[in-house]
């Protein structure tokens, strides 16, 4: 299998937006009541942070000059 490198922005989005899909499954499921507005700063938040953490990333592996090596 060949190997990628690690982006912690899309672990950063993923992990809001499995946040925001449990919220409103367990709305569904009627185990608790979830306003429909309550997905917006989630969503929008979780976007926002993911931005910051791929920009730091980017920063860290440019400054480091590891942006195009494949890690063994």
């Known amino acids: 299998m060949l190997r990628h490198e690690f982006q912690p922005g899309k672990l950063v989005a993923g992990l809001f937006l499995t946040a925001t899909g449990a919220l409103?499954?367990?709305?569904?499921?009627?185990?608790?009541?979830?306003?429909?507005?309550?997905v917006v700063p989630l969503i929008v938040g979780?976007?926002?942070?993911?931005?910051?953490?791929?920009?730091?990333?980017?920063?860290?592996?440019?400054?480091?000059?590891?942006a195009g090596a494949a890690p063994r």
Not at 29 to 34: L, M, N, S, V
Not at 46 to 63: C, K, N, P
């Open 46 to 66: 979780g976007l926002v942070l993911a931005g910051v953490t791929a920009a730091l990333t980017r920063g860290i592996r440019r400054r480091r000059g590891t």
């Open 24 to 38: 409103f499954a367990g709305d569904a499921a009627g185990r608790w009541e979830t306003p429909w507005f309550v």
